[in-house]
């Protein structure tokens, strides 16, 4: 009992205290909050207004072309120049910035397609660790005015990839969407979209939608293609 009254006797001095505060120091608490709040926002928007929002672009064809057997001029299609942001907030140009030799690009439109990309994961880290010549990317697609939410969608985004290889091997991508999709022929957003990239940024294969062994066997067959005339 003596010692709840003790503890309601620190209580009250504690108030007491409180409501002793010098004006100004209880203002100047009010201050310094609204400066982190501020500085907060502030970060927020300079974010938002620094990552790269620039309309897809056609890639024009390398020197090194006859380096690795070209498609056919009618079947030639080229990965579209794309600048986004890593999950180290750092600027990647794709598939410019990205690693040499074959790359295959996994694209997304939005968080409900998470799950297709999901089972891929498995799958394509299999095909990577028996080709290691191949680099794999994930590549969400995003309007340009989602941009203002930069920091938030990056920011959760390096929060649950699980080291930094897979926050570089991240690249969020703010852009015209429907203009991307024009370029590479894709007729919707409904779903993901996966694209094989020799080291000319060429397509050679492409899929889409969820997983199947028959689509994963496929893409094992044009890579072994691929690399046996590299």
Same mark, same amino acid.
Do not use: C
């Given at each position: 009992?003596? @010692? ?7 209580? &009250? ?31 927020? !928007? ?45 600027? !990647? ?31 394509? &880290? ?12 994930? !590549? ?7 941009? +203002? ?35 590479? @022929? ?5 779903? !993901? ?14 899929? +889409? ?22």
């Amino acid at each position: 009992m003596g @010692e709840l009254y003790l503890a309601n006797k620190d209580s &009250e001095n504690m108030s007491e205290k409180r409501t002793n505060m010098p004006r100004w120091m209880l203002l100047g608490s009010i201050i310094v909050g609204l400066a982190i709040l501020g500085a907060g926002v502030t970060a927020v !928007v300079l974010i938002g207004q620094s990552v790269p929002t620039d309309d897809p672009a056609p890639l024009e064809e390398t020197n090194n072309d006859s380096i690795e057997a070209a498609l056919p001029k009618e079947e030639a299609l080229r990965f579209p120049r794309i600048a986004g942001t890593d999950l180290a907030f750092r600027e !990647v140009v794709v598939p410019l910035d990205l690693e040499a030799g074959p790359k295959l690009i996994v694209v997304s439109y939005d968080d409900t397609q998470q799950p297709l990309v999901d089972e891929w994961l498995a799958p394509l &880290e299999s095909l990577n660790n028996e080709h290691p010549t191949l680099s794999g990317y994930y !590549v969400p697609l995003l309007p340009k005015d989602a941009a +203002s939410s930069a920091a938030f969608i990056i920011g959760g985004m390096s929060a649950v990839a699980e080291n930094d290889r897979d926050r570089a091997r991240t690249v969020v991508v703010f852009t015209n969407v429907d203009g991307f999709n024009r370029l590479l @022929e894709v007729p919707d957003k409904d779903t !993901v979209q996966l694209f094989l990239l020799d080291g000319n940024h060429q397509v050679r294969w492409r899929e +889409s939608g969820a997983y199947s062994a028959d689509k994963i066997a496929d893409l094992a067959t044009v890579l072994d293609e691929l690399l046996q005339n590299t």
